[in-house]
Structures are given as structure tokens and as C-alpha cells.
């Protein structure tokens, strides 16, 4: 146990805020550029077309309007300044982050509680197969590509192949259900699987245009949060004379079977307009793989890979779907509501009469396929996070066994703003879901002991959440920039930009419609919080478990080991490497990259020093051949100055790529022959990974 919140941020080292700094400003100018783009050519305007929240991945064009703008934002990346200012809980949180990375165990999660073990990795190991195997087999490479050309297909009806990356091999972990009785003798876990097919974005938007059209046709019971629950129990009448069923569907995405599903949406047929072209999105989306250590698994019960995962895009919204039809059997004839898989329900009847009801519900799920747990004859029921008494017709907050409030620390390295409204948050949710002033002085003590120890000095206090008048707003198309925060940061990054947007952007400009402090705004990010890290070294001990791709790799095939232009180093790959340029009066230094071996690169950078129609293909080159046709000498070291991953389509993030552009725009010194607007580029590593190069 960590006596502090998983949720707390500890200060980031100077290096990798800067990367994040250059990535978060370059996904900020990517937008900015495409938008000027279209204002300025209103003739060239982007197709009309759903892309349902699919970015271009192409490089947009060069605006002249916004160099002012994009030189400001890079010299103050530059110029940022650092202080160490180090709090005793940051040192906490170095220390304790310090001794899980030195662990050679893996950290593990619980499923339910605050709690984290330390496991092995022979038994961690040992504990996922286990779970995989359960409800598993083994896939082929076929059934991958079978899934990636029915998702190019459906890209490309959509015109949207060259947005969409490929199912992307995500190994599968588990957390640990530690409130499970007798845990220490036979420890169950809870099986993920995060590998997720991108369709499922589309299906996503889909499925929830149609659970909203049901929900509002047919009033079910259909909550989507503990708000909608009170009011249904401040609805029900004789409270004194009635009693809760509550009941829980055992496993319920992994129960979920392609039948259920399309009989889900025959019926909401009768309410919305359902096309063929969606429906079979919607299946598609659900024909997914589980991979671990490189090897794809297929549900043992699914003949056409049909499997919804608790890490889909579209899991929550099908969930709802199905939920919908479930309702329509118990409905109206039950006075029944269910939040995804917890249900609850109110009968003024008999107990006899009661326990008829709670078979007829046992049936009814049991006939399509879903096993339920189920208790009736309740007078005081927990739900969610609230605890329902009829006996008194009142309702307070509810906290499950072993489980203790944890809140982000005063100290963490959380935007200040974030800091001022978490206590505020607190007290707000706490009177919502206590039903008197009595109620919540009665169950306020956990809480405030949780935000005393984060270092708060804040007094909770009821103050029931008034009902909100709808104000008709004006919508505006607003651009943001999300610098990340960090304590350690001494320059306001926020102030000077915005003075930096209204300095490049005067009411004459061009752009200032689309340009100004109504249009973009800031907002700060958040760097990673204990949680990430623990999960990415879990990931890391992992990975190097994994057997090598070639055992017999060698680092240099050069004939003459001592003309190697990297000393013995040229096969290395995914590499930030730097040629400093020597001549005679003058040196200038060039930073690239490459995801393949350094020596191809190598030897395409010589052919563009020879081949006259090769002299623009990098500043390098150009450089080059500017001192050739000066005659003057010179000569070319080459070293490696940073390692890094390309493209992953599992995280999205070219860790290669943002390396080098963090060289060339905060270590200008070893770039002299870079050119700074190289930070808006597009990502060559990710191509190969979209389903329109799919073969």
C-alpha cells in the first residue's frame, strides 16, 4: 500500500517535460496550420465527409501568416526556464517510483482496492496464462489478416484507409481481485485485454446515436450515472412498504454473444434507423484478437472472432445497447433500472410474491444467455457509490470494504487549478448523494481524514449542488494548446503566450478572426502520474523477458573496422545521430534520424553527396555541396547522440521523431543546419501501419 494516491504526478526531469513540451507544441501548430489553411482558401475547403474524429495524417502546408506566431512559440520552448524547488512529498515520490524500478518483480495493480503487489514475473506469468487459456486458443496469422482486410474494406467505404492504423498487437495483462474471499490461497484475477480494433471509434459514435434515440423513445431505466439513480429512488412511492432486488451480471462483456447483440439491434430497429452499412461496423468492431508475448489468441466459444473487450472504443455504449433490450423484457411490468451490469429494482408486493419476481429475472437473463447474481427482500441496498435505506427514505454515501478514500496530494505536480478544485469537487459530489445535513455529518469523517492527510485545509460542508439554469451559449470553434505543467517549470508558460497571440495577431492581421483569445485558448496537461510509470517499468520487465528476434545480431559488417563511420556501431537502428562538418574556417553540425540501421542511411546520405540532382534532399547535403562548388575541404564525423522507439500504433507516439525534434529546437548548438520549422512534419514511421497500405 502507498500511503498517498497512484494519482499523484511527481516532477519530471528536465529532459523529458521539454520533449512533451515540443510534441503537445507541434500537435498545436498541426491544427493551427490546417485551420489558417482553410480560412485563407475557402475554395479549397475539406471534403464533406464524416471522418468520426479520425486526424489527417498528412504534413499541412506552410503558412507565411503564422511564422511570426510558430518562431515565437519555438524561442519559447528555448527560453524556458527551471528551478528545483524540491518538496519532501516529491522526494516521496521519487524514492518509492526509485525502489519499484530497482525491484526485478513486476508491480501489480488490485482489480477494486488502492492496493498493489509485488509478483515475480515467473508467477506473474504463470497467473496470465492461467486466465488466458480459460476462455482462449490459439490463433493463426490468418485470422489477423482476415480481421485487418475486413477493417480496410470498411476504411476505404468510408475514404478513411489513410487515417485508420491496423489492429495493433497490445499484450494483454491482469489486475488482481484481492476482495475476493479466500485471495491469499487462490488468488483470481481479472483477465484485459486492450488491443482494439480503431473501427471501433466509428461503432462507437453509431451505437450511441442509438441507445440515445431508444432511451428517449421507450423512458427505460437506463442510468448512466448515481444522479440518475436518485432520481429515480426519490420517484418511488411507500418507501416503508417496499423492497430492493438488486442483482449483478456475472462477466457481462466477455457473456455478451454475437446473438444477443443482433437481436439488441432488431429491436432497437423499432425506434432509429439502423443501415446494413452500420450494422455490420458494429459487428466488425467486435472481431478482435488477444495477443500476449507476440502470439495472438482467439475466444474458444467464438467461431468468427466476435469478442467484446472491457478495453473496446464502442465496450460501454454496446453494453448500453444490450442493456436497452434487457430492459424491454422487464419493463414496464417491473419497476427495474440497471447501470451497465448492476441492477436494481422496487416492489411494494409480498416477500412471497418478491421471490417470484427474482426467478421470473433469473430466467429472463438466463434465456439470452446471461447469468446473473441476485438478492431480494433488500430493505437497504448499496449501489454504485451510495447506500439506499427504505426504511428511513434516506440515501448517504457508500464505500466498499478494505477500500479508503486516496485524494491527489496539495503537492503533486498537478496545474494549480486542478489542486484548488479537487476539495471543492469532494464536497460537492458528497452532498449530492447525502440526502440531509444529518446524513452527510454522519459520513463525512473518511473523507475529510482523506483530505487532510493530502494536505488540504478545506472543511467539508453540505451545500447541496443548485439546479443549473440552461443558458444558451454561443459554440465557437476553439483551438487549444495543452503546454504540459510542471512544477519545477519557472516560466509562466501561459502568460507568455497568450501575450504572444495577441502581439502576432493584431486586429489588421489576416487571421485574427480565427486567431485570438476567443478562438485559442490554453490549458494545461498533465505529465505522467504514478500509475503510468508503474504500468510502463510492469511493461518493460516484461518485454525483456521476451525471446530476442535474432540471437546472432552483430553491431558492424564494415570490411575495415576502422573506417566505420560509427567505430564499429553502424547497425544500430532507431537511432538520433549527429554529423558535425568540418572545414576550414567553420563548423556546422546536422541531427537526423533513422529506424532502420544507421549504415543505410549512411550510405543515401554519401549517394546525395555525389549525385548533383540529389544535392536539396536534406540540409546536410546542401551544405555539402555548397562547399564543393567553393572548393573548399572539409570533412564529415559522425557519432550517435540518442536512442529511440519509432511509431507505435499501440501508443501513438513516434518517440523517435519528437527526439530529434527536441534536439534541433532546444539543442540548437548541435544543429546548426537544421531548419526549426522541421517541428510541424509529418511522422514517416507510421505510414506503414495504416490500412490503406495494407496488402
Given at each position: 500500500?502507498?500511503?498517498?494516491?497512484?494519482?499523484?504526478?511527481?516532477?519530471?526531469?528536465?529532459?523529458?517535460?521539454?520533449?512533451?513540451?515540443?510534441?503537445?507544441?507541434?500537435?498545436?501548430?498541426?491544427?493551427?496550420?490546417?485551420?489558417?489553411?482553410?480560412?485563407?482558401?475557402?475554395?479549397?475547403?475539406?471534403?464533406?465527409?464524416?471522418?468520426?474524429?479520425?486526424?489527417?495524417?498528412?504534413?499541412?502546408?506552410?503558412?507565411?501568416?503564422?511564422?511570426?506566431?510558430?518562431?515565437?512559440?519555438?524561442?519559447?520552448?528555448?527560453?524556458?526556464?527551471?528551478?528545483?524547488?524540491?518538496?519532501?512529498?516529491?522526494?516521496?515520490?521519487?524514492?518509492?517510483?526509485?525502489?519499484?524500478?530497482?525491484?526485478?518483480?513486476?508491480?501489480?495493480?488490485?482489480?477494486?482496492?488502492?492496493?498493489?503487489?509485488?509478483?515475480?514475473?515467473?508467477?506473474?506469468?504463470?497467473?496470465?496464462?492461467?486466465?488466458?487459456?480459460?476462455?482462449?486458443?490459439?490463433?493463426?496469422?490468418?485470422?489477423?489478416?482476415?480481421?485487418?482486410?475486413?477493417?480496410?474494406?470498411?476504411?476505404?467505404?468510408?475514404?478513411?484507409?489513410?487515417?485508420?492504423?491496423?489492429?495493433?498487437?497490445?499484450?494483454?495483462?491482469?489486475?488482481?481481485?484481492?476482495?475476493?474471499?479466500?485471495?491469499?490461497?487462490?488468488?483470481?484475477?481479472?483477465?484485459?485485454?486492450?488491443?482494439?480494433?480503431?473501427?471501433?471509434?466509428?461503432?462507437?459514435?453509431?451505437?450511441?446515436?442509438?441507445?440515445?434515440?431508444?432511451?428517449?423513445?421507450?423512458?427505460?431505466?437506463?442510468?448512466?450515472?448515481?444522479?440518475?439513480?436518485?432520481?429515480?429512488?426519490?420517484?418511488?412511492?411507500?418507501?416503508?412498504?417496499?423492497?430492493?432486488?438488486?442483482?449483478?451480471?456475472?462477466?457481462?462483456?466477455?457473456?455478451?454473444?454475437?446473438?444477443?447483440?443482433?437481436?439488441?439491434?432488431?429491436?432497437?430497429?423499432q425506434y432509429t434507423k439502423i443501415t446494413p452499412e452500420d450494422k455490420h461496423i458494429i459487428i466488425q468492431a467486435k472481431r478482435t484478437l488477444l495477443f500476449s508475448g507476440n502470439e495472438p489468441w482467439r475466444k474458444r466459444d467464438s467461431e468468427d472472432l466476435f469478442d467484446i473487450t472491457m478495453g473496446s472504443y464502442d465496450g460501454a455504449e454496446?453494453?448500453?445497447?444490450?442493456?436497452?433490450?434487457?430492459?424491454?423484457?422487464?419493463?414496464?411490468?417491473?419497476?427495474?433500472?440497471?447501470?451497465?451490469?448492476?441492477?436494481?429494482?422496487?416492489?411494494?408486493?409480498?416477500?412471497?410474491?418478491?421471490?417470484?419476481?427474482?426467478?421470473?429475472?433469473?430466467?429472463?437473463?438466463?434465456?439470452?444467455?446471461?447469468?446473473?447474481?441476485?438478492?431480494?427482500?433488500?430493505?437497504?441496498?448499496?449501489?454504485?457509490?451510495?447506500?439506499?435505506?427504505?426504511?428511513?427514505?434516506?440515501?448517504?454515501?457508500?464505500?466498499?470494504?478494505?477500500?479508503?478514500?486516496?485524494?491527489?496530494?496539495?503537492?503533486?505536480?498537478?496545474?494549480?487549478?486542478?489542486?484548488?478544485?479537487?476539495?471543492?469537487?469532494?464536497?460537492?459530489r458528497l452532498s449530492n448523494i447525502s440526502s440531509s445535513q444529518e446524513v452527510f455529518d454522519k459520513t463525512k469523517a473518511p473523507y475529510q481524514t482523506a483530505l487532510n492527510e493530502s494536505g488540504y485545509k478545506y472543511k467539508l460542508h453540505f451545500s447541496p449542488h443548485p439546479t443549473k439554469t440552461k443558458r444558451k451559449t454561443r459554440s465557437r470553434n476553439i483551438t487549444w494548446y495543452n503546454p504540459p505543467f510542471d512544477i519545477n517549470v519557472k516560466?509562466?508558460?501561459?502568460?507568455?503566450?497568450?501575450?504572444?497571440?495577441?502581439?502576432?495577431?493584431?486586429?489588421?492581421?489576416?487571421?485574427?478572426?480565427?486567431?485570438?483569445?476567443?478562438?485559442?485558448?490554453?490549458?494545461?496537461?498533465?505529465?505522467?502520474?504514478?500509475?503510468?510509470?508503474?504500468?510502463?517499468?510492469?511493461?518493460?520487465?516484461?518485454?525483456?523477458?521476451?525471446?530476442?528476434?535474432?540471437?546472432?545480431?552483430?553491431?558492424?559488417?564494415?570490411?575495415?573496422?576502422?573506417?566505420?563511420?560509427?567505430?564499429?556501431?553502424?547497425?544500430?537502428?532507431?537511432?538520433?545521430?549527429?554529423?558535425?562538418?568540418?572545414?576550414?574556417?567553420?563548423?556546422?553540425?546536422?541531427?537526423?534520424?533513422?529506424?532502420?540501421?544507421?549504415?543505410?542511411?549512411?550510405?543515401?546520405?554519401?549517394?546525395?553527396?555525389?549525385?548533383?540532382?540529389?544535392?536539396?534532399?536534406?540540409?546536410?547535403?546542401?551544405?555539402?555541396?555548397?562547399?564543393?562548388?567553393?572548393?573548399?575541404?572539409?570533412?564529415?564525423?559522425?557519432?550517435?547522440?540518442?536512442?529511440?522507439?519509432?511509431?507505435?500504433?499501440?501508443?501513438?507516439?513516434?518517440?523517435?521523431?519528437?527526439?530529434?525534434?527536441?534536439?534541433?529546437?532546444?539543442?540548437?548548438?548541435?544543429?546548426?543546419?537544421?531548419?526549426?520549422?522541421?517541428?510541424?512534419?509529418?511522422?514517416?514511421?507510421?505510414?506503414?501501419?495504416?490500412?490503406?497500405?495494407?496488402?
Open positions: 500500500k502507498f500511503d498517498y494516491s497512484s494519482k499523484n504526478i511527481p516532477a519530471a526531469p528536465k529532459t523529458t517535460y521539454l520533449k512533451r513540451l515540443v510534441e503537445k507544441t507541434e500537435h498545436f501548430l498541426k491544427r493551427l496550420r490546417w485551420r489558417s489553411f482553410f480560412f485563407l482558401n475557402p475554395n479549397a475547403s475539406a471534403e464533406n465527409k464524416d471522418t468520426f474524429g479520425f486526424n489527417s495524417r498528412k504534413t499541412p502546408p506552410v503558412i507565411d501568416e503564422l511564422k511570426q506566431f510558430e518562431n515565437g512559440l519555438i524561442d519559447l520552448i528555448q527560453n524556458v526556464e527551471f528551478k528545483h524547488d524540491e518538496t519532501n512529498f516529491q522526494k516521496k515520490l521519487k524514492d518509492d517510483i526509485n525502489s519499484v524500478k530497482v525491484d526485478t518483480r513486476v508491480t501489480i495493480k488490485a482489480d477494486k482496492t488502492i492496493n498493489y503487489y509485488k509478483l515475480d514475473t515467473c508467477k506473474y506469468n504463470e497467473l496470465l496464462k492461467s486466465n488466458i487459456t480459460k476462455s482462449y486458443k490459439k490463433a493463426s496469422t490468418d485470422d489477423v489478416k482476415q480481421i485487418h482486410e475486413s477493417e480496410k474494406q470498411i476504411s476505404e467505404n468510408l475514404d478513411l484507409s489513410d487515417r485508420i492504423d491496423k489492429l495493433a498487437p497490445k499484450d494483454s495483462f491482469i489486475t488482481l481481485k484481492d476482495h475476493k474471499e479466500n485471495f491469499e490461497n487462490r488468488p483470481k484475477c481479472r483477465l484485459i485485454n486492450p488491443s482494439k480494433s480503431e473501427i471501433g471509434k466509428i461503432s462507437k459514435k453509431i451505437l450511441d446515436r442509438i441507445v440515445t434515440d431508444v432511451k428517449k423513445a421507450t423512458s427505460i431505466n437506463l442510468w448512466k450515472n448515481t444522479n440518475e439513480v436518485l432520481n429515480w429512488y426519490h420517484k418511488i412511492t411507500d418507501k416503508d412498504q417496499s423492497k430492493f432486488i438488486c442483482f449483478d451480471i456475472v462477466d457481462f462483456y466477455p457473456s455478451i454473444s454475437q446473438e444477443l447483440l443482433l437481436k439488441a439491434l432488431h429491436f432497437a430497429e454496446t453494453c448500453e445497447l444490450v442493456v436497452c433490450f434487457m430492459l424491454s423484457l422487464l419493463q414496464p411490468q417491473y419497476n427495474i433500472g440497471l447501470y451497465r451490469d448492476d441492477g436494481l429494482g422496487v416492489f411494494n408486493k409480498s416477500p412471497r410474491e418478491i421471490e417470484n419476481i427474482k426467478k421470473d429475472i433469473c430466467r429472463i437473463f438466463g434465456e439470452n444467455g446471461l447469468k446473473i447474481t441476485i438478492e431480494a427482500n433488500k430493505r437497504i441496498t448499496h449501489f454504485l457509490d451510495v447506500t439506499l435505506n427504505l426504511e428511513s427514505g434516506t440515501h448517504e454515501p457508500y464505500l466498499k470494504p478494505n477500500n479508503e478514500p486516496r485524494y491527489v496530494n496539495v503537492k503533486s505536480n498537478h496545474p494549480p487549478n486542478v489542486l484548488r478544485n479537487i476539495p471543492k469537487g469532494i464536497n460537492t516560466t509562466n508558460i501561459g502568460r507568455k503566450f497568450l501575450h504572444l497571440l495577441d502581439t502576432c495577431f493584431p486586429e489588421s492581421h489576416p487571421l485574427h478572426k480565427i486567431c485570438n483569445r476567443n478562438t485559442i485558448k490554453i490549458s494545461y496537461s498533465c505529465m505522467p502520474n504514478v500509475k503510468t510509470i508503474i504500468q510502463n517499468d510492469t511493461k518493460n520487465k516484461l518485454n525483456q523477458l521476451q525471446p530476442a528476434e535474432s540471437t546472432d545480431k552483430k553491431d558492424c559488417n564494415c570490411r575495415n573496422k576502422e573506417t566505420c563511420p560509427l567505430q564499429g556501431q553502424c547497425l544500430s537502428t532507431s537511432v538520433i545521430y549527429q554529423a558535425t562538418v568540418e572545414s576550414d574556417d567553420k563548423v556546422e553540425s546536422y541531427v537526423g534520424l533513422t529506424a532502420n540501421d544507421f549504415k543505410s542511411r549512411y550510405r543515401n546520405h554519401i549517394h546525395t553527396f555525389k549525385d548533383q540532382r540529389k544535392r536539396s534532399s536534406t540540409e546536410l547535403s546542401k551544405y555539402v555541396w555548397t562547399l564543393k562548388d567553393g572548393n573548399r575541404n572539409f570533412s564529415i564525423n559522425w557519432k550517435i547522440i540518442c536512442r529511440a522507439k519509432a511509431y507505435n500504433p499501440i501508443t501513438k507516439r513516434c518517440n523517435l521523431c519528437i527526439a530529434e525534434k527536441y534536439f534541433i529546437i532546444c539543442k540548437p548548438h548541435m544543429a546548426t543546419l537544421n531548419k526549426r520549422s522541421e517541428i510541424v512534419s509529418m511522422c514517416r514511421h507510421q505510414s506503414k501501419y495504416l490500412l490503406s497500405n495494407v496488402t
